[in-house]
Structure formats: C-alpha cells, structure tokens
C-alpha cells in the first residue's frame, strides 16, 4: 500500500501550511498514523502521531505550532503547520499501521505503510 501526501511548497518563515495524506481503507478503522520528515544530512525524525483513540504526541520543536488530525471518517490525515520556521525545512512523510495503537507510535519499524513524500521548504 502506498500512502500519496500533499500539500507540501514552499513559503516564508511565518506561513502555514497544511498537508494532507488519504488513509488506506483496509486498515483506516485502527487510524494509527503519523507525520514524519527528513531533512538533507539529517535522520527521518517523528514529527507527530496519533493513535487508535485520538490521542497525539508531538515532537518538543513544533508543539503549539502544528497540529496532527483525522477526518470524522478516518479517511484522511493532516497536518496543521502554522509559524514555519527554516528547520522545518524537510520532506514530509504520511505513515500508518495495520493495526490499532495504544499511545502513538514513535518508532519508524512500528508502521506498515509510507507515503513517498511532500516537500516544505521554509526561507
């Protein structure tokens, strides 16, 4: 399963944007996803998750400025990112589980599907 997101550009230091990733359907009900991103030279690192029951967990640097969420339906992922700053630079990552989580998951072995990715560049 590939996972396709969007919504990645580029914008000033200070902009938002908003990414968007289509769950898929044969495991959406257990909506265990996350947003993660890579920057050049760098690790892919998690940037938010959540979990079966709607609780999420964010990385230090972007809490209060992004904003992980499902549609009612469990059919899309998104990520809020408002107050971009230049080490948000970095492509951006849609993953999910087979099955459901208690607490989001953080670890990159934990998913089963991942998108190809979106990419945001802050100047």
């Known amino acids: 399963v590939q996972l396709v997101e969007s919504g990645g550009d580029s914008v000033e230091a200070g902009g938002s944007l908003r990414l968007s990733c289509p769950a898929s359907q044969d495991t959406a009900r257990w909506a265990c996803m996350g947003w993660w991103r890579q920057a050049p030279g760098k690790e892919r690192e998690v940037v938010a998750a959540?979990?079966?029951?709607?609780?999420?967990q964010y990385k230090e640097s972007v809490k209060g400025r992004f904003t992980i969420s499902l549609d009612n339906a469990k059919t899309t992922l998104y990520l809020q990112m408002n107050s971009l700053q230049p080490d948000d630079t970095a492509m951006y990552y849609c993953a999910q589980a087979r099955s459901a989580c208690a607490g989001p998951r953080l670890r990159e072995n934990e998913y089963d599907y991942w998108g190809q990715g979106t990419q945001v560049t802050v100047s």
């Open positions: 959540i979990d079966t029951f709607g609780n999420t």
